[in-house]
C-alpha cells in the first residue's frame, strides 16, 4: 500500500515551513501537523490593539547570510527595524551591546584607547588568561565592572546558574565594540517582517496541508504510517520519551499587559540586568514596527510584555536549550539514537538541541533541503 504523503513535518515553525514550503515546491505531497493551535512555532505574532505581539518572545530578523536573507524576503517585506536594547541596572540606563556609550556611562572614558586600556586593566586584575566559562569570558571581554552591572545578573536570572557554569560562547553572542554604535547585531541585514512573523510563515506554507492542535507523538504509529519520511522539529528527548534522561530547558513565562498611554518605555527592549527585579526584561511590542517616532505615538495604547525565565519542567514549553557540558553528552547520546531512525530527520532549535538564531535555522533547513531533495 502506498503511503498518502511524501513527507510528514512535525512542527510549523521557521525549519518545518521552509521544508514544507521546498517539498512542495519539489513536487512532494506534504503534511505538515503542529501541536500548538497556531502555525509559526515561537515566531508566532498576534495583533492586540494594531500591535503586532511577539507572543513567545521578541524575534528580530538579523543575518549575515545574503541567501538567506533573499529567501525570507520572497516571503515577508522587511522594515527597518535596528536592535538597540537599553540595560537598566537599578535605574542606571546603559546603551547595549557593550560599545563606546556603555564605556563612557560606566567610566567616564572617552576614547576608544581610554576604554580598551580600562577593559584590560580590570582583565589583568582578575587574572585571566585563559577563559573556561562566561564569567572568565565576559570579564576580559568587557572587564569586571560591566560584568558586574550588566551581566551577572541578567545571565544567572535568565539561565539559573551561576555565570562560572555555563558555557563562554552564549557571552560571545553579544558584540564589544570600541565604536559609538547601539545597533545589538553586528549583522549586514535586519529588520522586523511587516504584517508580522504569523503573515511569513503563512505564506511559506501556502497551499500545504497544516493540521493544528495534533500531538505527533501520542499518536506516533498512526502518523508515521501516513508518510514515508518525517521531518521532525520537536525535542529530541521527548522524541524517545526521555528514553535516556531529560535535557534541560529554559522556559519563559511572558506577562502581557495593553497600557492605555501611548508610549511606555521609550524602546522595544528594556533589559533589567539587576538580579533582585524578578523578570529580565520588558518589550514594548509597538515598537517593532513603527520606529521612534509620531507613527507609534498616535497609537493611543501600547502593549508590553514583561519576561521570566524558569528552569522546564514538563508541561512547559521549552525555549532555551542549556548546552553546557553535561547536557552536551545526553545530546550526543540522543543523537546516536536519532541516527538510526533511517524514516526520521531532526532539526531546528529542539531538533537539534543548539542555541539557533532564526537564520541558522533557516540556512540548516535549506542544507537539509539539499540533501533530502536534491534542491
Ligand atoms: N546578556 C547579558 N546582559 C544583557 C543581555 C544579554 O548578560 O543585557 C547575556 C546573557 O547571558 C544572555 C546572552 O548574553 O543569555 C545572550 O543574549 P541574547 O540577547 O543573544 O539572548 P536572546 O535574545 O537569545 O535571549
Not at 512532494?28 to 515566531?43: F, H, Q, T, Y
Not at 526521555?242 to 508610549?263: M, W
Not at 531538533?351 to 540533501?371: F, H, N, P, Q, T
Request: proline share 3%.
Amino acid at each position: 500500500m502506498q503511503n498518502k504523503y511524501d513527507y510528514l513535518v512535525v512542527g510549523a515553525g521557521l525549519y518545518g515551513a521552509v521544508f514544507a514550503h521546498e517539498a512542495q515546491k519539489a513536487g512532494k505531497s506534504v503534511l505538515v501537523i503542529d501541536k500548538r493551535e497556531n502555525i509559526a512555532g515561537n515566531v508566532y505574532t498576534e495583533k492586540i490593539e494594531g500591535i503586532h505581539v511577539h507572543k513567545y518572545g521578541a524575534h528580530i530578523f538579523h543575518t549575515n547570510n545574503k541567501k538567506v536573507w533573499e529567501y525570507v524576503n520572497q516571503f515577508a517585506e522587511f522594515n527597518r527595524f535596528t536592535n538597540s536594547p537599553v540595560a537598566n541596572f537599578h535605574g542606571e540606563l546603559y546603551s547595549l551591546p557593550f560599545n563606546m556609550y556603555t564605556f563612557n556611562k560606566m567610566w567616564g572614558v572617552v576614547t576608544p584607547e581610554e576604554a580598551a586600556a580600562k577593559i584590560e586593566e580590570q582583565k589583568k586584575a582578575a587574572g585571566i588568561t585563559n577563559p573556561e566559562n562566561l564569567e572568565e569570558q565576559a570579564i576580559s571581554l568587557v572587564g569586571k565592572d560591566i560584568f558586574e552591572k550588566l551581566i551577572k545578573g541578567y545571565t544567572e536570572k535568565q539561565w539559573g546558574r551561576s555565570c562560572r557554569e555555563l558555557p563562554a560562547f552564549i557571552i560571545k553572542r553579544l558584540p564589544v565594540r570600541l565604536t559609538y554604535d547601539n545597533n545589538y547585531f553586528n549583522a549586514l541585514y535586519q529588520g522586523i517582517p511587516i504584517g508580522g512573523y504569523t503573515k511569513m510563515v503563512d505564506n511559506m506554507l501556502k497551499g500545504i496541508e497544516v493540521r493544528l492542535g495534533e500531538d505527533y507523538l501520542q499518536q506516533k504509529d498512526e502518523y508515521d504510517s501516513i508518510a514515508d519520511r518525517v521531518i521532525y522539529t520537536g525535542a529530541i528527548d521527548a522524541y524517545f520519551n526521555f528514553a535516556i534522561g531529560h535535557l534541560e530547558y529554559r522556559s519563559v513565562r511572558f506577562d502581557t499587559e495593553v497600557l492605555d498611554k501611548p508610549n511606555y518605555q521609550g524602546n522595544a527592549a528594556v533589559n533589567y540586568t539587576d538580579v533582585e527585579t524578578p523578570w529580565t526584561r520588558i518589550i514594548e511590542h509597538k515598537w517593532f514596527e513603527f520606529g521612534k517616532d509620531e507613527q507609534g505615538n498616535d497609537l493611543p495604547k501600547t502593549v508590553i510584555s514583561r519576561e521570566y525565565s524558569s528552569e522546564w519542567k514538563p508541561g512547559d514549553e521549552p525555549y532555551y536549550p542549556v548546552n553546557d557540558e553535561k547536557n552536551g553528552a545526553l545530546y550526543s547520546e540522543y543523537k546516536k539514537m536519532a541516527d538510526k531512525e533511517d524514516k526520521v530527520v531532526f532539526g531546528g532549535r529542539l531538533g537539534e538541541y543548539r542555541y539557533y538564531d532564526m537564520d541558522a535555522v533557516i540556512a540548516s533547513a535549506l542544507d537539509m533541503c539539499e540533501k533530502e531533495l536534491g534542491v
